[in-house]
């Protein structure tokens, strides 16, 4: 099994992903960030979409649960 791509290394009390590590970068990112590098079109693989009013970073969806944002 490859390595996932991007990394969840931080969650807020509530569950909310925070902090992200890119794998193949070596990139420590804040939500904010990686939000901005999706927009971007640096992640083709990941879109953000609003929960509860926040911005979020979320991995498309595909036929496999074993490269969700974890």
């Known amino acids: 099994m490859s390595r996932k791509r991007i990394k969840v290394t931080d969650e ?3 569950g909310r992903n925070q902090q992200f590590y890119d794998n193949y970068t ?3 990112m804040t ?3 990686f939000v901005d ?3 971007n ?3 083709p693989n990941y879109h953000v979409r609003k929960i509860n009013g926040v ?3 979320v ?3 595909d036929s496999s649960e074993n490269n969700n944002l974890g």
């Open 37 to 39: 590098k999706i927009r």
């Open 12 to 14: 807020s009390n509530s």
């Open 26 to 28: 070596g990139d420590d």
């Open 31 to 33: 939500r904010k960030q």
């Open 59 to 61: 991995s498309n969806p």
């Open 55 to 57: 911005d979020t970073p």
């Open 41 to 43: 079109g640096d992640y």
